[in-house]
């Protein structure tokens, strides 16, 4: 819903369940990145209560206090207080530098329909709203059944901003706006009852979003153990690769031995197994010789023993004894 808002204005931002309250805005005191929203006693001369709605597209404004400064914007984080655990959700309002913001810096401002309005913002969802506490601190509440009066604000025009330094906005990248990166928003004055700005002129405005880097699709988790596992591979090669290297090495220190070592050394060097001691001699070689093949073989004569006659009359025959 567009309210019109006059982008050359400052507002205050009434807190109807408190009467005389209204939003205040600390510097970012956090080393330059974060500060505080609470509310407390109108003032209208207190820079911390003087509040831009710069217009994100046609249903989302960003809110910035000139105590804050041009970079610093409402959003909400985690609560840290003594209220914290009694707070639903635990997350409340905060000024951040647009650096470390995310999408809570991006709200949408809806109506009761009683002339009072109810803040919410992308990163919480349209399921809880900004919600005023007793303790003058304030946090977003999921009960959003009926009309809640500490979620209920009006706006009052108290002053004209007339600073460049407030006619864009630095926002962080969000998934959840169709705005384009660079984009002219033309409003003109006067033109909401709520403004009350004197100035009749319209002004041209430039919102400068940053553009967000490619993702890589894996998470921070998911990221973070590829990373450890390639260094612990890496550490796993370089040892297996550092082994070798040092095996080859050793293998090329005793090469050289081994091709300076005569054959005759290591045949002394080895004979203490083979038994004795003293040098191996060979036989003198066999020479084989073939026999002529005229060579005819000759019968030497024998004389036949006196007693071979005798001993062959006492042969016994195959049928028995003698000759018979």
């Not at 009434?14 to 407390?40: I, M, R, W």
């Not at 206090?65 to 207080?81: A, H, R």
């Not at 705005?179 to 033109?191: E, K, R």
């Not at 699709?217 to 796993?236: E, F, Q, R």
Request: charged content about 15%; overall charge negative.
């Amino acid at each position: 819903m567009s309210l019109n808002f006059d982008t050359n204005a400052w507002y205050q931002v009434n807190v109807t369940s408190q009467k005389d309250q209204c939003f205040h805005g600390t510097p970012l005191y956090e080393d330059g990145l974060t500060g505080a929203v609470f509310f407390q006693n109108t003032n209208t001369s207190n820079t911390g209560q003087r509040w831009q709605f710069y217009p994100y597209n046609s249903s989302v404004y960003l809110l910035r206090c000139e105590e804050g400064g041009p970079n610093g914007y409402l959003g909400t984080s985690l609560g840290t207080g003594s209220d914290k655990d009694r707070l639903t959700g635990n997350t409340v309002p905060w000024l951040a530098h647009y650096n470390v913001s995310d999408d809570s810096m991006f709200w949408t401002i809806e109506p009761w329909g009683d002339g009072t309005y109810y803040f919410s913002n992308l990163a919480n969802g349209t399921g809880w709203r900004l919600d005023t506490l007793v303790t003058a601190l304030m946090a977003m509440n999921s009960n959003i059944t009926s009309a809640q009066r500490g979620e209920q604000y009006t706006f009052t025009s108290i002053g004209v901003i007339d600073d460049s330094r407030y006619s864009t906005a630095n926002t962080y990248p969000s998934s959840h706006t169709a705005a384009p990166t660079l984009a002219t928003i033309t409003t003109a004055d006067g033109a909401s009852s709520t403004s009350g700005s004197s100035k009749s002129a319209s002004s041209s405005i430039t919102l400068v979003t940053a553009s967000p880097s490619p993702s890589s699709g894996l998470s921070t988790g998911a990221a973070a153990g590829i990373g450890v596992g390639v260094g612990i591979a890496a550490v796993i090669l370089a040892g297996v690769a550092g082994f070798f290297l040092m095996r080859r090495r050793k293998n090329r220190r005793r090469a050289p031995d081994l091709m300076q070592t005569p054959p005759r050394a290591l045949v002394q060097e080895d004979k203490s197994n083979w038994g004795y001691d003293g040098a191996h001699e060979l036989s003198t070689p066999i020479i084989a010789a073939e026999m002529a093949a005229s060579a005819e073989p000759r019968s030497t004569p024998v004389e036949m023993p006196a007693d071979y006659a005798v001993m062959l009359d006492n042969t016994p025959s195959r049928g028995g004894y003698g000759r018979g």
